[in-house]
């Protein structure tokens, strides 16, 4: 019997596309052919907006990549430029740095792991998820006086000191936070359902995995321990104590698991930090008009998604020359269409989700 | 066993049912905003010299403003932020030297229209130059003016 493969868009107006993303599938029946990820309805020219920008007006379109994760994404940013102009951040602006990445990076998690649920068809754990990441925005929101895009760093340190009230605001979060995490565990980890379609689904070999460049928790949902914090510590992540959790088949699952993991350590991170904080400055004395010197640098950051690198390029003026973006969300959507090839059209939505991406990033 | 992990969360599902509400009904009850909030704009026109430090810090060209020289000062004589632009990134508000520019925790700043969500903080005459001891007057009644036209419906 002669068949013929047919051609199916998924997307761009999707809601298991996360955002506006659009899959060419070509279909033999169910089975994906051929897959052609089609990004790009979300681009906004942010490395373009940012020449026109001086160095500190960059930060707040820095926070429009990831939105899930704002505050990583501002802290890529203003690495890079530090390390341009050679600047020392001050001790406590570090600490600061790390206690809302990590609650950021929890936030983040936590998006992923319910439209993760919702993506497969447990749309209860959505709710749960969003539910407890409302705290921990509270928590950013007392911080930084936004809820989204925070514009909280700085070149040189944050902009403002951590309230009276956060440290009891997020101690008490973070009893709480395991809590939730068992909660999310036996709503969708343990369920058999989710566990038949994400098990031994949408596999990425370690070597596959590095060859594709992939990072974060896709990478590492393989087996592959690689970690920004552990391998190059960036800031003062040489000063915690915590594991990177890892998982065995690289399979959708896996790359599920180790995000609810990874929420767990972020706690043991942050209350490591706060016990250290030192007092002091929050910023380092930097000139009001930003101008470094002639150069390039180029930082990277582990963010939620995966290493997070910004290239930065200064020709002496306050404006930067040239500012690229490492999105980790883009380059691991890099493997989509050789992963999808061979499985059902259900699956391609179980593996576009267990990669997280966020479309705000993958478009920039 | 099988249907070990959905009888798992059923029970949670059911456990959370007789729990407190975590949410508000929102037109009618409020939460209350932490005091860094981003939201709508203040000016203190006492305080502004005019200077112009925060249009200069935005990223966006959201803050327009208008100044005429009134015996050897500057003298505001419009502010206006559009809004439907702005970023709320606060780098305005960091950059004002004197604390006049503040954000307020009012959240609701929805227009029906997009002509309204321009958000005018001043809209006054400058005051004659010559006539110093009347000079307060005007200013004092048309910040009041400015404060009754700023964008309509802000109450809801």
């Known amino acids: 019997m002669k068949t013929e493969t047919y051609t199916l868009n998924l997307g761009p107006q999707h809601p298991s596309t996360h955002g506006v993303f659009r899959i060419i599938l070509e279909l033999d029946g169910e089975t994906v052919v051929k897959a052609t990820p089609v990004p790009g309805y979300l681009h906004r020219g942010i490395e373009k907006l940012a020449e026109a920008r001086t160095y500190t007006q960059v930060i707040p379109y820095t926070d429009r990549m990831d939105y899930m994760a704002a505050m990583l994404m501002n802290w890529g940013y203003v690495a890079a430029v530090e390390k341009l102009m050679d600047i020392e951040v001050p001790e406590r602006a570090e600490y600061v740095r790390v206690i809302v990445g990590e609650l950021s990076r929890i936030a983040s998690h936590m998006i992923a792991t319910g439209a993760y649920g919702g993506d497969i068809g447990a749309l209860t754990a959505f709710t749960y998820t969003f539910r407890d990441r409302e705290y921990v925005l509270d928590l950013l929101e007392m911080v930084s006086g936004s809820r989204m895009t925070f514009s909280y760093f700085r070149i040189g340190g944050v902009a403002a000191d951590l309230p009276e009230e956060f440290f009891p605001a997020v101690r008490k979060f973070l009893g709480e936070l395991p809590a939730m995490c068992d909660e999310y565990d036996g709503l969708i980890t343990g369920n058999e359902i989710f566990q038949a379609r994400t098990k031994q689904v949408g596999i990425i070999t370690p070597e596959m995995g590095i060859n594709y460049s992939l990072s974060g928790p896709t990478l590492r949902g393989s087996g592959v321990n690689y970690d920004l914090r552990k391998v190059r510590p960036y800031g003062i992540y040489d000063r915690f104590d915590f594991d990177v959790p890892l998982g065995q088949n690289g399979d959708c699952f896996d790359r599920f698991r180790i995000r609810i993991d990874e929420m767990r350590q972020c706690k043991r991170i942050i209350e490591q930090a706060l016990d250290q904080i030192p007092e002091g400055p929050i910023m380092a004395k930097v000139p009001k008009v930003i101008k470094p010197p002639v150069g390039d640098a180029y930082a990277e950051v582990e963010s939620s998604k995966g290493v997070y690198g910004c290239y930065v390029v200064s020709d002496g003026s306050p404006k930067p020359y040239r500012v690229h973006f490492r999105r980790p969300s883009y380059i691991n959507l890099g493997y989509l269409g050789k992963l999808c090839e061979g499985w059902k059209i259900a699956d391609v939505i179980a593996i576009l989700g267990s990669i997280d991406i966020v479309l705000g990033e993958v478009d920039c | ?156």
């Open chain 2, 1 to 156: 066993m099988f249907g070990q992990g959905l009888i798992k969360g059923l029970q949670i599902t059911w456990g959370r049912m007789f729990d407190k509400k975590q949410t508000v009904k929102y037109p009618f009850e409020k939460i209350e905003m932490f005091p860094r909030y981003h939201g709508r704009f203040e000016l203190d026109v006492d305080k502004c010299i005019a200077c112009g430090l925060c249009a200069n810090a935005c990223p966006n060209k959201v803050i327009q403003l208008e100044k005429e020289k009134v015996d050897k000062k500057q003298f505001l004589t419009k502010y206006i932020m559009r809004i439907e632009y702005c970023l709320f990134c606060g780098l305005c508000v960091e950059a004002c030297n004197k604390d006049a520019l503040k954000f307020s925790n009012i959240i609701d700043m929805n227009q029906y229209r997009r002509s309204w969500v321009r958000l005018t903080l001043v809209d006054r005459p400058a005051p004659e130059p010559t006539e110093t001891p009347e000079e307060e007057t005007p200013a004092k009644e048309a910040k009041s003016e400015a404060a009754a036209g700023q964008a309509p419906g802000k109450e809801g």
